[in-house]
């Protein structure tokens, strides 16, 4: 089966004055579709420039990284723009709501941005989907944090996305809470088939995916398959 | 992969949806461009209104269709070609003279029109009693100018004197023909009629009478047939005149130079208001980056996200710009008021759609163009900031857009000065002065920031420290308020240094042993006894200055006629019509100096005539040592050679030349004399005017104190005018101020909330706040105020040649009203951080 996210060689540095800082060396995964993937390390480890370099958020220094089968190096800012827009879903730890739309609003941006129309039933049912459908109208500093994240996975799906990024998901939700946000997360994901690659501190969280890739200095130390993903 | 479009409906959406929760913020940094362009179109629609007046009222400027005017009385020749004109002729006769007030022996320096005939022919003589102005024509009757009966508390059926004739009062003069309260400020005019000129002994051989003719015909005229007839002999006998025509564009032009001067002022405070938004923007794209990140996670474009920003932009710099020409118009009502004393002719205002339009375009133009320079950075956020927030500033050295916005800047301001002053020169001097001026204030503001870092008390007390740190910390708003209140406050008190420099220039003169009061008009008969009157009363009197009229009928081969032709030659235009008063002497006198030549005191009769040229009247009409200048002493050619140049301080009272003839020459030409003396006192000067008016009352007086009270009165009227669009720059510097303090409210609210959070007290919060404003009102007015010591020190020693002393308690008073303002507003803006629950606040704010 192809692969929907293929990284290959990938290196990622940063320039500091005169020092070359390496982020990320030699990074080689491959992801098939419909699959989840947690990436884990300790912090300042590169999981999160991983995250952003294969979502398309930003460019490799060196290194070929595809997704969709869409080689994602030699587009420009615009492409990877439409790439995410078509492609891409995500879901992060502080929720990234826009704070002057609506929850409806938030939610319809992605379709928005394709152009296309009569959205609103289908914004509509993904709020109800995570419970918010009385909220629509209301603006993310009305909602409570677990709130904002369901908006944040509905807008996250509203696009069908072949592929979700999330960026330690419950980082900043109570252990309730975030239970609710990880079951509807997985329950949406296998409804709709989508590939999920999540990078988290929370090894138990980690565990509820297929897949374990672990980072250390910029290096895959570990890439193995959960054997029984916790439900 | 299909290229998707920019989606315009979206981004019209979510510029709107965008705008939301900052719509009130918005507006308040486009409030700071309602202020100049309010300003702007007060302004041009003053000169839209102006100039419609002027093209109505054109006839009544003058009073006739065609007015001839010379220095000296016409020949028989120049008064047949009038006579030929046909038409109604009134005849006028100007000069100065001193007027006298029996009931209180009041004495004052006035211009006396002798009229005969029906002048005016359009418009009319403004007088109280109304009927004064036909009917003062009959006996011997005045017309007194309404400030001159103030002055002297005279009524209307009181006496008057002038030269040997007294007259009734007849009238209250309030408004001749073509008469501004600036040009009445310097001499009041009295109307006598012409029939009673002989009487009062004032025209002598050797007067300087203006003589003038009105002409007015009944049926349509050709008057560019008539202009072509006068045309040749009238100019190269230097005789003047003025058409209708011509007096509309004499009119326009002088006020175009107004308006022209006012606009950009007004277009400072424009300016001023642009860098405020440019400012407040800057901080609002810097609070939406991570709005901007995640739309650009969710695909939108880096251009659809700059365009969602434009758009507010634009729509709010055209909200803005309507208010700001709705209250234009509304200033405008107030401007023929501000402006009375120095408009020729009443101004309706009437609203002025072309400004208005001129003025919303201009608005939406200049916002967009200002705030262009943080909206490009939009193009440069990128979506990681979702991920972590590094978002840098990109450098503006690096970024070829913003350098291209800098020059887009630059040429509209460069454009917009150029259709001002219509003069590409001067409009790069503008831009060019507006953009060191910015420079030097806004460089002033990074030396403070730099010098509170560097040299930070760190042993003063917390509070003092969380104050003073305010001032360099991220999106402090050092820079912004500096500029834009600085200018404002360098504005008012460089005009304020001006008037102050002007009056003590004059008042100098008081204080040292140099003459203050100057008599002229002195016939040759009555020298030898006005020098013992001014001996008897105790004054010094040295002697008088005979002064000799002239004019100048050739520089070697070059005449009138050929200066006509010749527009290579570099003269002025008025080198042969102007009327030149000549002295003689065998020497230098103190205020002169030999620069080149030789000096010639005396000549024997048929000797070679050398004079002596002021040195920058030579160099302005390139005139050399050697040359020769053919002078018409009253009908006699005079061949003279240029001997030498001096340089004159004219600054000193003293009877000062630009041509000097050698003893010997015109001792029997006919001319009168000027005698300069020093009186020690009002009372002194009081006594010896009246007695010099009662035994010679030809003779014309001005003394210091009169040139000191007309100074003052004109400073006061265009002052007053200035100050009115100076206000505007304040203003809108109070504005900007307002802005500045809202937009950094939620940083410096979470600070406080978090300091009160900590346990902070109120008043510790209150303080911390005050001391944040109060240094920066402080720096602001203190920058403000050391532009203007220096620019007004720089005029004074360079401009008007005389020392400058700052007065200390007007700019004290100034001082700490700015600094009061700012904290006022600083603290009322904050007022929610200091009362309210942290909680409460945190929350709302979000």
């Not at chain 2, 259709?419 to 460089?443: H, K, P």
Request: aromatic share 8%; hydrophobic share 45%.
């Amino acid at each position: 089966m192809a692969s929907i996210l293929s990284v290959q060689n990938v290196r990622k540095t940063y320039q500091s004055g005169d020092r070359t800082l390496p982020v990320l060396d030699n990074i080689n995964l491959s992801v098939e579709p419909g699959s989840t993937l947690a990436i884990v390390g300790p912090s300042g480890s590169g999981k999160t420039t991983l995250l952003g370099l294969c979502a398309g958020l930003d460019r490799a220094t060196s290194g070929t990284i595809a997704l969709h089968n869409i080689v994602l190096d030699n587009l420009n800012e615009n492409q990877r723009a439409q790439v995410r827009n078509e492609h891409v879903g995500f879901i992060f730890q502080n929720f990234q709501l826009i704070p002057t739309l609506t929850a409806l609003e938030n939610v319809m941006v992605p379709l928005e941005l394709r152009g296309e129309k009569n959205i609103k039933p289908i914004a509509m049912e993904l709020l109800d989907k995570v419970g918010l459908a009385e909220r629509g109208h209301h603006y993310p500093t009305q909602l409570s944090g677990g709130e904002q994240q369901r908006v944040s996975l509905a807008r996250a799906f509203s696009n069908n996305p072949k592929i979700l990024f999330a960026d330690e998901p419950t980082g900043n939700l109570d252990a309730e809470t975030s239970d609710k946000i990880v079951a509807m997360l997985f329950e949406l994901n296998r409804e709709r088939g989508t590939t999920l690659v999540l990078v988290t501190h929370d090894m138990e969280l980690a565990s509820k995916t297929g897949r374990i890739v672990r980072i250390k200095g910029g290096k895959i130390i570990s890439d193995e398959p959960v054997m029984t993903p916790i439900p | 992969m299909q290229k998707r479009g920019l989606n315009p409906s979206w981004l019209v959406r979510m510029a709107w949806r965008d705008s939301r929760k900052n719509r009130s913020r918005l507006f308040l940094f486009i409030a700071s461009i309602v202020v100049g362009i309010a300003a702007l179109v007060a302004i041009d629609s003053l000169s839209h209104n102006l100039r419609r007046e002027i093209d109505l009222q054109a006839a009544e400027l003058l009073g006739a269709d065609l007015e001839i005017s010379n220095r000296r009385p016409y020949t028989e020749e120049q008064i047949q070609l009038i006579d030929s004109l046909g038409g109604r002729r009134s005849e006028e006769r100007r000069f100065t003279s001193m007027i006298f007030f029996p009931k209180n022996s009041g004495t004052r320096i006035i211009e006396v029109r002798a009229l005969g005939g029906e002048f005016p022919y359009y418009g009319e003589l403004n007088t109280e009693p109304a009927t004064a102005g036909k009917s003062f024509r009959n006996g011997r009757q005045a017309l007194v100018d309404q400030t001159l009966m103030l002055q002297f508390g005279a009524r209307v059926g009181d006496s008057v004197r002038i030269g040997r004739t007294t007259f009734l009062i007849a009238g209250v003069l309030k408004g001749a023909p073509g008469q501004s309260g600036v040009s009445a400020s310097v001499a009041p005019v009295v109307y006598i009629p012409l029939a009673t000129l002989p009487q009062t002994g004032l025209e002598q051989k050797g007067s300087r009478i203006n003589y003038r003719y009105y002409i007015k015909w009944d049926q349509p005229v050709d008057m560019q047939a008539v202009e072509k007839r006068i045309e040749e002999p009238f100019e190269l006998e230097g005789i003047n005149w003025d058409t209708v025509e011509s007096q509309k564009e004499d009119t326009s032009r002088s006020f175009r130079d107004v308006i022209r001067f006012l606009s950009l002022v007004a277009f400072i405070a424009l300016l001023l208001g642009c860098i405020g938004v440019a400012s407040a923007i800057q901080i609002y794209i810097r609070e939406k980056i991570s709005t901007i990140a995640v739309l650009r996670c969710l695909g939108a474009t880096a251009t659809q996200a700059f365009f969602i920003y434009l758009i507010q932009i634009i729509a709010i710099g055209f909200i803005g710009s309507l208010i700001g020409a709705i209250l234009g118009t509304l200033v405008q009502q107030a401007l023929p008021v501000v402006l009375k004393d120095l408009l020729p002719v009443a101004v309706s205002a009437t609203i002025s759609w072309p400004s208005i339009l001129q003025g919303i375009v201009m608005g939406v133009v200049i916002a967009v163009l200002f705030a262009l320079l943080p909206l490009v950075s939009i193009r440069k956020i990128s979506p990681l900031n979702t991920l972590r927030i590094s978002f840098q500033q990109s450098s503006t050295l690096k970024d070829p857009l913003k350098w291209l916005v800098y020059m887009l800047l630059f040429l509209f301001v460069v454009v917009f000065a150029y259709l001002q002053v219509e003069g590409l020169r001067q409009a790069i001097v503008f831009t060019t002065g507006v953009v060191v001026s910015f420079l030097v204030l806004s460089g002033i503001a990074a030396l403070l920031m730099w010098v509170v870092r560097k040299f930070f008390p760190v042993s003063w007390s917390f509070l003092f420290r969380q104050g003073v740190a305010n001032l360099y910390r991220p999106n402090n708003q050092t820079r912004i308020l500096i500029v834009s209140i600085g200018l404002g406050t360098a504005l008012i008190c460089t005009l304020f240094f001006i008037q102050g420099i002007l009056l003590n220039r004059v008042s100098l003169a008081a204080t040292d042993q140099q003459p203050n009061m100057v008599l002229f008009d002195i016939q040759s008969a009555q020298r030898d006894s006005l020098v013992s009157l001014a001996r008897q009363q105790g004054l010094p009197a040295d002697g008088t200055v005979p002064i000799v009229t002239m004019r100048l009928e050739a520089i070697n081969q070059i005449t009138p006629a050929t200066l006509r032709q010749d527009s290579t030659l570099k003269m002025q235009r008025w080198v042969f019509s102007r009327e030149y008063r000549v002295t003689f002497r065998d020497s230098l006198i103190s205020s002169e100096k030999l620069k080149k030549g030789k000096w010639t005191g005396h000549v024997q009769e048929g000797d070679p005539i050398f004079v002596s040229l002021e040195e920058g009247f030579a160099e302005r009409n390139s005139i050399a040592i050697g040359d020769t200048m053919h002078f018409n002493v009253q009908g006699v050619v005079m061949p003279t050679i240029v001997g030498s140049l001096r340089s004159v301080d004219w600054n000193r009272m003293q009877t000062n030349f630009l041509v000097v003839f050698p003893s010997g020459v015109l001792e029997e030409a006919p001319q009168f004399h000027v005698l300069l003396t020093r009186v020690p006192s009002v009372e002194a000067s009081a006594r010896f005017q009246q007695a010099v008016v009662r035994q010679f009352p030809n003779i014309s007086i001005i003394d210091l104190g009169l040139v000191l009270s007309i100074l003052n009165d004109i400073m006061d009227k265009i002052g007053f005018v200035i100050r009115f669009m100076a206000a505007f720059s304040i203003l809108t510097g109070l504005i900007v101020l307002i802005a500045s303090v809202l937009i950094s409210k939620y940083q410096r609210m979470q600070e406080n909330v978090l300091l009160r959070t900590l346990g902070a007290q109120s008043r510790q919060v209150f303080i911390i706040t005050a001391l944040e404003y109060f240094i920066l009102g402080a720096m602001a007015a203190a920058t403000g105020i050391f532009l203007a010591v220096i620019s007004s020190w720089a005029l004074a020693e360079y401009m008007f040649e005389t020392t400058f002393t700052p007065q200390i308690l007007p700019v004290v008073i100034v001082f700490f009203t700015i600094c009061f303002v700012t904290v006022a507003i600083g603290l009322f803006n904050s007022r929610s951080a200091l009362s309210r629950p942290p909680l409460e606040i945190l929350r709302q704010e979000v």
